[in-house]
């Protein structure tokens, strides 16, 4: 079936450091990809919608200068975390769906567990 | 896309059958009815989906009430491998709207017991 990747799974850094947050579609390609996060104990809030070759678009509330995301190919979309604070320690997840099947679910990675020191 | 209900929480005897409910009385007649469960740490998992016909893969069955106002997932033999919070999602088909994203509620934390 078709995989989503994750990488790293879990990273760990210092209060004020940049963090980058990859999500590949390994046998699909993918024009849209969906970002996730995960507080503790809670359910998965969307972040923003990554578009390959256009802008993100991000929900209410989420800080676009903050959580940058590129989506320079059909099979990537990266996050990056821009002077990561200890309230971003997170569990963040991406997803996507398959462009060319058309599928009528869509398929998650594993999780990048972030802890911001 | 429609609201779902789901009980917080329930518990399930290993090797029996877990009968997990889910309520969604203003779905809209081109909505399906996803399923999707979270193991501790770990991305969501696609269990299955289906629209007005009962659906039955090698993980689970989905059982679809005719008015389609609920439905009820069974894991035929839950194992403690099962344990994970359970999302039911309705939502419009990704095959005809594949730039939506799913929306998660608070699921169903099953627990399954030995």
Known sequence: ?117 | DAKTTQPTSMDCAEGRAANLPCNHSTISGNEYVYWYRQIHSQGPQYIIHGLKNNETNEMASLIITEDRKSSTLILPHATLRDTAVYYCIVRVSGSLDYGQNFVFGPGTRLSVLP
């Open chain 1, 1 to 117: 079936g078709a995989v989503v990747s994750q990488h790293p799974s879990r990273v760990i850094c210092k209060s004020g450091t940049s963090v980058k947050i990859e999500c590949r579609s390994l046998d699909f390609q993918a024009t849209t990809m969906f970002w996730y996060r995960q507080f503790p104990k809670q359910s998965l809030m969307l972040m923003a919608t990554s578009n390959e070759g256009s802008k993100a678009t991000y929900e209410q509330g989420v800080e676009k200068d903050k959580f940058l995301i590129n989506h320079a190919s059909l099979t990537l979309s990266t996050l990056t975390v821009t002077s990561a604070h200890p309230e971003d320690s997170s569990f963040y997840i991406c997803s996507a769906g398959d462009l060319i099947r058309r599928t009528d679910t869509q398929y998650f990675g594993p999780g990048t567990r972030l802890t911001v020191l």
